[in-house]
């Protein structure tokens, strides 16, 4: 009777070691839009020359996974030459993502994307877009690769931030 409690109560506790192992907390992302404003007489804000530029910042707490225990995330998606309700792939002509995690230890930048947008409603102040990203991510080093995901829809508020890097 005790050797099976013994039991039962490693099995236990290497369960929880190993669950933590991959434990991640995502917290709210706050997804944010910038676009250049139109050309007098554009039109519409879809019929605009200037590209429409997606944020989606997170940040994650982890336990025992990855160069650090927590991490601060910032997708960059720039849109060209889009329609409403359109499915684009990822990577594409018209569409260019970038993914930055920056830590206290080494950051990563995305390698490889895979992927599409819909773009569903904009209006001067939002957009409202489905995203179904996934990113394969890596420090410069190479010593550490990380595959992120961004599924899901977001509604992207005004915000002037620039992406990274620019």
């Keep these: 009777m005790i050797l099976r ?29 910038s676009q250049p404003p139109p050309p007098l007489g554009a039109g519409s804000l879809q019929a605009q020359a200037g590209p429409l530029v997606l944020r989606v910042r997170r940040h994650l707490d982890t336990v025992l996974r990855g160069p650090d225990n927590e991490e601060d995330q910032l997708l960059v998606v720039e849109v060209r030459n889009f ?5 684009l ?11 930055v995690a920056t830590r206290f230890g080494p950051s990563s930048k995305g ?8 773009v569903k409603k904009i209006t001067p102040r ?3 877009a489905y995203l179904h990203i996934n990113v394969m991510a890596s420090t410069a080093s190479g010593s550490y690769t990380q ?5 899901g829809n977001f509604t992207f508020v005004q915000g ?4 990274p890097g620019r």
């Design 5 to 33: 409690i013994s039991i039962i109560a490693v099995a236990a506790a290497l369960t929880t070691f190993i669950l933590a192992c991959n434990y991640s907390h995502v917290g709210p992302a706050a997804a944010t839009f």
């Design 83 to 87: 329609q409403l309700n359109h499915k």
């Design 89 to 99: 792939q990822i990577p594409s002509d018209s569409v260019t993502p970038e993914f």
């Design 111 to 118: 390698q490889a994307y895979t992927g599409y947008l819909i």
């Design 126 to 128: 939002k957009v409202d």
């Design 147 to 151: 595959t992120e995901e961004f599924h």
């Design 160 to 163: 002037l931030e620039e992406a």
